[in-house]
T-cell receptor, first 114, second 114 residues
Framework: NAGVTQTPKFRVLKTGQSMTLLCAQD?????MYWYRQDPGMGLRLIHY???????AKGEVPDGYNVSRLKKQNFLLGLESAAPSQTSVYFC?????????????FGPGTRLTVT | AQKITQTQPGMFVQEKEAVTLDCTYD???????LFWYKQPSSGEMIFLIY??????QNATEGRYSLNFQKARKSANLVISASQLGDSAMYFC???????????FGKGTRLSVIA
């Protein structure tokens, strides 16, 4: 089992360019999340999904869009990248019931916007 | 709303000694979980230990133990017999609450000195 994977691992964008980050999981978890991590700020929630076809805003949703067309995939889109979106992005998943709420993390995507 | 506070931005500990990383939390929920994650310099998020709010005994996992004091709303991580490989960022988290995921603190950077 691969667990939680993220594509790509690294990316450099120019201001105004767009891109999509892919999170894929093979654990059959219902819940999926996108976080960004900036120095001294910890992990901040961007968007999350409680199931296929559903999405919700987190703490810092502006400038991002998400989609959950398939249960195993959660896409994070940047329509017009800005230098303030330079960050490390983490995807995480958790099961709906029967667990402690522990989140399983992907390896992260390091994004630089110039 | 749930909130996690980690007041130690950085800590140093001598190899083979024990160290305590502080975590306080705030919540109005009766049922919740407390988690600690480790993030080494390689960047991945590694789950260490979990404590449920109704668990009467403190959680332990190998060299990690969670000192849970419910009345004080604290969930400190104790690492015994520190090793050089313990040098990393450590994040305290709590949740989940309904559909919303874990809330993370800003982290403590631990440096183990030989």
């Amino acid at each position: 089992n691969a667990g939680v994977t993220q594509t790509p691992k690294f990316r450099v964008l120019k201001t105004g360019q767009s891109m999509t980050l892919l999170c894929a999981q093979d654990m059959n978890h219902e819940y999926m999340y996108w976080y960004r991590q900036d120095p001294g700020m910890g992990l901040r929630l961007i968007h999350y999904s409680v199931g296929e076809g559903t999405t919700a805003k987190g703490e810092v949703p502006d400038g991002y869009n998400v989609s959950r067309l398939k249960k195993q995939n959660f896409l994070l889109g940047l329509e017009s990248a800005a230098p303030s979106q330079t960050s490390v992005y983490f995807c995480a998943t958790t099961m709906l019931e029967g667990g402690s709420g522990e989140q399983y993390f992907g390896p992260g995507t390091r994004l630089t916007v110039t | 709303a749930q909130k996690i506070t980690q007041t130690q931005p950085g800590m140093f500990v001598q190899e083979k000694e024990a160290v305590t990383l502080d975590c306080t939390y705030d919540t109005s929920d009766q049922s919740y979980g407390l988690f600690w994650y480790k993030q080494p310099s390689s960047g991945e998020m590694i789950f260490l230990i979990y404590q449920g709010s109704y668990d009467e005994q403190n959680a332990t996992e190998g060299r990690y133990s969670l000192n849970f004091q419910k009345a004080r709303k604290s969930a400190n991580l104790v690492i015994s017999a520190s090793q050089l490989g313990d040098s990393a960022m450590y994040f305290c988290a709590m949740g989940p609450s309904g559909n919303t995921p874990l809330v993370f603190g800003k982290g403590t950077r631990l440096s183990v000195i030989a």
